[in-house]
């Protein structure tokens, strides 16, 4: 980073003149007696303020930014102290779903875009053999679910504290698309059964083969001159990422997440901005987020004997129409 600030003060980035940097980004790197500061401003603080300069000007620091990192690489690797540190976000495809200008500043002309990215990942689906070989080296149990046929490897896992400060046991329940930790004592309540290797196998090679190879999901981003409107943008997660399409276009942006898109893009005057029935069903799964919906229905997770299911909260008035659709009715004590 010091190379690169010291470029910039030198001039030698002739689309960053100094005094724009400076006044754009609200960053000075000259001091008082006219040299450049020995105080530089932090790597996080740069890269924030850096989504206010223009497009071009963006382009212009990564790419000498690029350049010198990759000579640094270089000759860490010929010394033999190169670390791997943060990369930028990998799919095996990006794609910009949409774009729409949300903001356009007045005396610059600079534009904040909201884009919706399309990412498709491969899934990282062991085999039989290879969860077999899993299961040996971390202790593993092989465990069917007896009511829902799923299969899955129990493998010991840290513990935590409740409320009053007991231990509380937990296990890691690996399968074959996500893991999840539950405690002991409810797994040992469930209806998840130990069973023999070939009766595994047989369950878990036949849960993968229906499996998808890849998965479709989408990132929320807000790219482009940010500043103006910082504080309409969630306070929780201010991270800055980078990723390159299938087509080669380059995007810097901070990324909002899903279950924050439609809060925000209201504020920024974007009607209409609707959650994926992926995307949804994602949040409520993965991440504990209800939907609230028409009639006073609300669709949220819950966990019965330990398994994950969809619920639908006071739909009584829709029970007929609901398990015509294939859900289900069940009432607990």
């Known amino acids: 980073m010091y190379e690169l600030f010291k470029q910039i003060f030198q001039g030698r980035l002739y689309e960053v003149p100094l005094g724009k940097f400076e006044e754009m980004t609200g960053l000075s790197l000259t001091s008082h007696e006219g040299g450049m500061k020995i105080d530089l401003p932090p790597l996080r603080q740069f890269l924030n303020r850096l989504l206010a300069l223009t497009i071009r000007m963006q382009n212009v620091i990564f790419e000498r930014f690029e350049l010198l990192l990759s000579q640094q690489i270089e000759t860490a ?9 943060v990369e930028t976000l990998r799919a095996e495809r990006f794609s910009i779903e949409s774009s729409q200008t949300v903001y356009t500043h007045p005396d610059t002309g600079s534009v904040t875009n ?10 990282n689906i062991k085999t ?8 040996g080296k971390y202790q593993g149990r092989l465990l069917i679910n007896s009511k829902s046929g ?8 840290h513990s935590i504290f409740d409320c009053d400060g007991g231990v509380v046991p937990r296990v890691l329940l690996v399968r074959p698309q996500k893991e999840t930790r539950v405690p002991v004592d409810k797994l040992e309540s469930s209806t998840w059964k130990e ?3 070939d009766a595994f196998v047989a369950a878990w090679s036949k ?15 807000v790219t482009g ?28 942006g901070r990324v909002v997440h899903a279950s924050d898109i439609q809060t925000v893009t209201e504020q920024l005057g974007l009607k209409n901005q609707i959650l994926s029935p992926q995307e949804l069903i994602s949040l409520l799964l993965n991440e504990g987020f209800s939907q609230q919906l028409p009639g006073g229905v609300t669709l949220r997770r819950s966990y019965i004997a330990g398994e994950p299911r969809l619920e639908l909260v006071d739909a009584i008035s829709l029970a007929d129409r609901l ?9 607990i004590q």
């Open 77 to 85: 690797i010929a010394a033999g102290v190169f670390e791997i540190g």
């Open 114 to 123: 909201y884009l919706k990215v399309e990412q498709v990942q491969r899934n």
């Open 128 to 135: 039989a053999e290879e969860i077999l070989e899993f299961a």
């Open 150 to 157: 799923n299969v899955a490897v129990s493998i010991p896992t």
């Open 195 to 197: 069973v023999s290797a």
């Open 207 to 221: 849960e993968v083969d229906a499996l998808p190879r890849f998965t479709t999901d989408y990132l929320h981003l």
């Open 225 to 252: 001159i940010l500043l103006p409107i910082w504080k309409i943008l969630p306070q929780k997660n201010s991270r800055v990422f980078r990723l390159q399409t299938s087509d080669g276009q380059k995007i810097l």
């Open 323 to 331: 398990v015509a659709m294939g859900c289900f009715i069940e009432i």
